[in-house]
């Protein structure tokens, strides 16, 4: 069973966003990585680029697979995880820790569309 | 059209594979994972559920004749219980597809095929028999097929058979071979650069032996091995994959697989004048291997530009789980094709440097 953590808020394309104050650190959800397999690459926009929201701001690949990431929220990049880019595995040990970038949200409200970690245990449990 | 369930589909389910629709088959990609999978085979060995293969038989007094007339390798050379890799071209030199032809005897061949070819070879092979005295029936559908690959794969087969299998040298077979109690057609063959064999029974017994090797190889550290590590393996080893390496479009002088093609073979055969021009006038593009100098990873259908200019796409490209680089094949201009040249990788609206590297990714140990 795929792990949920509680008080994160989470998008169909499994990503995770953790709220605080007009920022978030955005990062993938467990069942992405473990759908992924081992995880060999990981592609981080730079600090200051604009994102609008559902558009893809990084990639993460695998052996067999490379895999755009969707920002959930939109917002503008004010720091990225660079430990990922030399140890892209760190996103299949723990995907919640080992968070992606952290963006200044350009629209709070937008956060209010995502799931719950509740609503997303049930969206993991009917689409799989 | 719904996929197809291959004889092994409980078992793949049973052992947790993740199962997918390949080629009009449900297989699994995995079970514990790619890279686990892939050292096994590297390593120790691997079972595979190959049963979604074609198979393809010729019978008659006109066997080798006809199918020596399909090929561009050279049947005529074969004795029996022998095999052969081949290419069967259009009259274009594009490839219908590559598969491999195992001599039983003068009158009987037994044509192993790509599975999302069966049928178009089928057809093919039909359509061109002519006035030849033979007999062409696929029975796909009545064969079950498992490959154990590996260094220890020797080893974990004879545990289930009398057969000496040291007998059974590399690319030819033997029938009538009794496996864990079913009698099975084996071969010394493979599609991932390890020593290994091939084992073919009906779909009741293949689904024993599946099994019954698992479990003959638990001391030697064997896993059931799926789709996903299939591909890294072959592609290290520089084996191609029809509709990457080659298709309809990409003759196997493009694709660098002279070696299968003998333009000097006496009798005629399909594609024969087209490969020859084509050789003879020389090659515009040309089958590579490539290193990525950038970070990130060349996938398949990636475009490869030089100064600017588009030259050629990528057919195949992975991290090496065995070397651990950034390493692919791409299709591309000749002009760009000597060792050490710099190439650009198009990955998602950025270039990526590269430069071209021999194909043998994997040195013989």
Redesign the interface.
């Known amino acids: 069973m795929e792990k949920v953590v509680k008080g994160l808020f989470y998008s169909k394309d499994h990503e995770w966003v953790k709220v605080e104050g007009n920022e978030a650190y955005v990062g993938i959800a467990d069942y992405a990585q473990h759908h992924l ?2 995880i ?2 990981v ?1 981080l926009p730079e600090v200051d680029d604009e994102f609008e929201r559902e558009e893809a701001f990084a ?1 993460v ?4 697979a ?1 895999s ?1 990431v969707y920002l959930p929220v939109g917002g503008k990049v004010v720091a990225i995880n660079e430990e990922l ?1 030399d140890d892209p595995a760190l996103l299949n040990a723990d995907p919640y820790e080992n968070w992606m970038v952290k963006i200044e949200l350009t629209d709070k409200d937008e956060v209010e569309e995502l799931m719950t970690s509740e609503d997303y245990e049930k969206f993991l449990a009917e689409e799989v | 059209m719904s996929a197809k369930k291959t004889p092994l589909y409980d078992e793949h389910v049973k052992l947790g594979g993740n199962v997918v629709d390949y080629a009009g088959w449900y297989l699994p990609v995995e079970y514990e994972g790619l890279v686990p999978e892939h050292e096994a085979v590297r390593n120790a060995a691997g079972l595979f559920d190959v049963s979604h293969m074609g198979e393809i038989t010729v019978k008659g007094k006109d066997a080798v004749k006809f199918v020596n007339y399909l090929m561009t390798n050279d049947i005529s050379t074969l004795v029996d219980n022998q095999i052969i890799y081949t290419l069967m071209c259009h009259p274009t030199g594009g490839v219908v597809d590559d598969l491999l032809v195992y001599r039983y005897d003068e009158e009987f061949l037994y044509l192993v095929v790509n599975a999302s070819n069966t049928d178009k070879d089928h057809k093919w092979i039909t359509e061109h028999k002519g006035d030849f005295d033979v007999e062409i029936e696929n029975i796909s559908d009545s064969v079950g097929e498992v490959a154990i690959q590996g260094p220890l794969a020797q080893k974990v087969l004879q545990k289930l058979t009398d057969y000496d299998l040291s007998q059974i040298k590399f690319f030819h077979l033997k029938r009538d071979v009794d496996v864990a109690g079913v009698k099975c057609m084996v071969s010394r063959t493979g599609y991932t650069g390890e020593d290994g064999f091939e084992v073919y029974g009906d779909n009741d017994g293949i689904v024993k032996v599946w099994n019954a090797i698992l479990e003959a190889g638990k001391e030697e550290g064997i896993k059931p091995t799926g789709l996903g590590c299939r591909d890294t393996l072959r592609f290290e080893a520089s084996l191609p994959l029809y509709g990457h390496e080659f298709d309809d479009e990409i003759t196997p002088l493009e694709a660098g697989f002279k070696y299968f093609v003998k333009l000097d073979k006496e009798s005629d055969f399909i594609g024969k004048e087209a490969l020859n021009k084509q050789w003879s006038e020389g090659l515009k593009r040309k089958l590579v291997g490539f290193e990525l100098v950038d970070r990130g990873i060349a996938r398949e259908g990636y475009e490869i530009y030089k100064d600017g200019e588009k030259i050629g796409h990528v057919t195949t490209g992975y991290k090496s789980p065995t070397l651990g680089r950034i390493i692919g094949n791409a299709l591309i201009d000749t002009r760009f094709t000597d060792l050490d040249t710099e190439i650009d990788v198009k990955i998602r609206n950025k270039f990526a440097k590269a430069k071209v590297i021999s194909k043998k990714f994997l040195k013989r140990k």
Request: proline residues 0%; negative net charge; hydrophobic residues 40%.
């Open positions: 397999g081992d060999v690459y592609e990639a690949e695998s052996v067999k490379a755009d880019v």
